[in-house]
């Protein structure tokens, strides 16, 4: 099974204008710059076939780069707890019209369609019951903003759990312009996730797959 999710990777000087609050509330959690992105839609996990699907209708979009900024910060609750801080970005109606056109790709894979509201955010921390309330640094950094950057390629992750947390891997990238291209990543990686998804058929035997038969879209 592939856990996926599509995103757009922040700059690094957005990264590290993050990485500068990220301070003052004990207990939280805080983001490692490798894991800062802009989730666009998160896919969850899903077979190898529906994996390989997914990836040749996300190289096929065709959208425009847009630019966006830093704009304000909040969290996100769960009854009634906070869990997470997140910098939100604006403006609101790009990112939408992005996350609709992703949702219908998603769909032609057999994606169920995401029936939540959409927010476009980066997630800065995560919270747990331990740690400490976070209304004063919510009022410290509620005029969060910077320059806009430029929104201009699509990023298709896997994300692989472990014991210190998530690791990003970064499967197909997706340049968001009129004159579109699809770039894979790591050959090598989709042999391997060929062989894996070839081994979850019924009836398939576990042989090699030459790579022009890689999953993730040349």
């Known amino acids: 099974m592939h856990r996926l999710f599509v995103a ?8 590290d204008q993050l990485i500068g609050v990220m301070e003052g509330v004990v207990g939280a959690r805080w983001q490692a710059s490798e894991r800062l992105h802009l989730t666009v839609r998160f896919i969850g996990e899903v077979n190898g076939r529906v994996a390989e699907d997914i990836a040749d209708a996300l190289s096929r979009l065709e959208h425009p780069a847009c630019a966006v900024a830093l704009a304000s ?21 790009p990112l939408r ?36 309330p976070v209304g004063g640094w919510l009022a ?42 699809a770039e894979p990543l790591n050959p090598q990686r989709s042999a391997a996730l060929r062989l894996r998804t070839a081994a979850s058929r019924p009836g398939c035997p576990l042989a090699p797959v030459p790579s022009r038969r890689a999953p993730w879209r040349r």
């Open 8 to 15: 757009v990777e922040p700059p690094e000087t957005i990264k």
């Open 73 to 93: 910060v909040g969290v996100f609750e769960r009854r009634g707890r906070p869990e997470a801080i997140w910098a939100g970005l604006a403006p609101h109606r």
């Open 97 to 132: 019209v992005l996350h609709d056109k992703v949702d219908r790709a998603l769909a032609m894979a057999g994606v169920a369609p995401d029936t939540r509201a959409y927010l476009p955010h980066i997630t800065v921390a995560r919270l747990h019951g331990g740690s400490a």
């Open 140 to 181: 410290a950094h509620g005029a969060l903003a910077s320059e806009p950057w430029p929104v201009d390629e699509l990023t298709l992750y896997e994300s692989h759990l472990g014991k210190s947390g998530a690791h990003y891997q970064p499967v197909l990238r997706v340049a968001l312009t009129r004159s579109f291209a």
